[in-house]
């Protein structure tokens, strides 16, 4: 029967130094040759890979979107449609060549004398994977005559492609620069330099098309996308980049009317609003329930209100992750810190500001949206009461008292909407921001003058 790996199996597999002293000459890098060992070195290329792919999973969906490059016999804005696809042809090409030296690099190390380590041969295969999935978005741009030149997307390749700059170094350091090993990779590494080169004419070519275009539509002002809000990828949503082309509208002195800015998203309009609460209030015919406006906007909206609650609460646990590394840094600092941990609290305190501040804004902002969604549909349900009721009623109410309903009435409902989350929130943070008190600075212990039993 066999047995588990042990330590020295990974150690091994890994080609950690055991004997050494720090965390990062153990773990990170090879302090006699100055390299990576090969489980770091495949962690990075793992790390920066997997946003590749997931960039042109993301792409593949935008495709149908991209521009089209303009017939052979045109001549669109000054652009050749034949520089274009040359372009877009380079492109696949160095793809594809950079797919068949890593194969040839895994033949090479299982089955010649120039050897590599496992995790190396993994690293080599998931590139060749990642890489292969990518070669399809210029297949398919190439067959449907299609520009694809996303931003987003070029620079995630200039990340991911700059790793074998690196892989490069590795193997120079590992073997000299004449053994096959490097050769391959520094092969490599030229044809995706070339690569920048061509990006660099494709930009240019943009740029010379798009300021060719602004030319002829100077005196026109810029057009900005109906559905630029919810028909934006999720990147677009996350990051509030589709907010981009306003702001640059505004910055040409553009924004001088109310219809030069955004139309409302079709989930705000007063017509999609009206129906969704109409649909979702109960009736005496239909559901032997009297009217209430309490469920009726639940049941509309209640899904979509409530499940931002777990954004609030993942804004919050970010927003106490900063103090709580801070702790570990600064007792790291005072304790020494011979393994290098300071660097991962600082990096992740980075990283947790970061992401408190995401979500709050995203939170903050679809929270609002679900506010004026609720605003629209009462100011909807209350108007067209006033207009059910007989004249004879209705003149029991004073113009004051209508203009209450139809303004103070419905904003303290939609207060309650913007402040629901922060009712339970706030006790939530100022018991963490209590217990936190008392573990550093025992705020308990003097104001209180107990000892807590250790």
Known sequence: METMPNKEDWYEFCGFNESASTFSTKFIYNERNLTLTPCAEFGIIFAE??????????????????????????????????????????????????????????????????????????????????????????????????????????????????????????????????????????VIVGFHLGNYLVNIVEWQISKRRNSNWQRLQEDESMGLNPDADEGANILSRLFFCWVNPLIKKGYNGQLKQVHDLFNLPPSLRVLHTERRFIESAPNRFTDDEDFSLMRALIRAFGLQYFSLGLLRLLGDA?????????????????????????????????????????????????????????????????????????????????????????????????????????????????????????????????????RPVT
């Open 49 to 186: 890979h997997t946003f590749l792919l997931f960039a042109t999973v993301l792409h593949f969906f935008q495709l149908k979107s991209s521009e089209r490059i303009p017939p052979t016999s045109s001549y669109d804005f000054g652009v050749s449609p034949k520089l274009i696809r040359s372009v877009l042809a380079y492109k696949l090409f160095v793809v594809l060549l950079t797919c068949i030296l890593l194969f040839l690099s895994i033949i090479l190390g299982i089955f010649s004398t120039y050897e590599l380590k496992l995790p190396l041969l993994i690293e080599y295969g998931l590139a060749i994977v990642i890489w292969f999935v990518y070669s399809f978005i210029w297949i398919i741009s190439l067959k449907n005559d299609l520009w694809t030149r996303p931003t987003c997307l070029s620079i995630i390749y200039c990340i991911s492609s700059k790793c074998f700059l690196m892989i490069a170094a590795q193997r120079w350091l590992l073997y000299g620069p004449g053994d096959p090993r490097t050769v391959i990779i520094l």
């Open 318 to 450: 970010f927003t106490f992750a900063g103090p709580i590394l801070l702790h570990l840094l600064v007792t790291c600092l005072q304790d020494g810190d011979p393994d290098g941990y300071g660097y991962l609290y600082a990096s992740l305190m980075l990283v947790s500001t970061f992401l408190s501040a995401f979500t709050d804004f995203n939170f903050n902002f679809y929270v609002n949206k679900v506010s004026l969604r609720i605003r629209s549909a009462t100011i909807s349900a209350l108007y067209d009461k006033l207009l059910q009721i007989p004249l004879g009623r209705l003149s029991k109410f004073s113009s004051g008292q209508v203009i209450n309903f139809m303004s103070t009435d419905v904003d303290r409902i939609v207060n309650v909407c913007n402040s629901f989350h922060a009712f339970w929130s706030l006790p939530i943070k100022t018991i963490v921001a209590l217990y936190l008190l008392y573990r550093e600075v025992c705020v308990f212990e003097t104001a209180i003058g107990f």
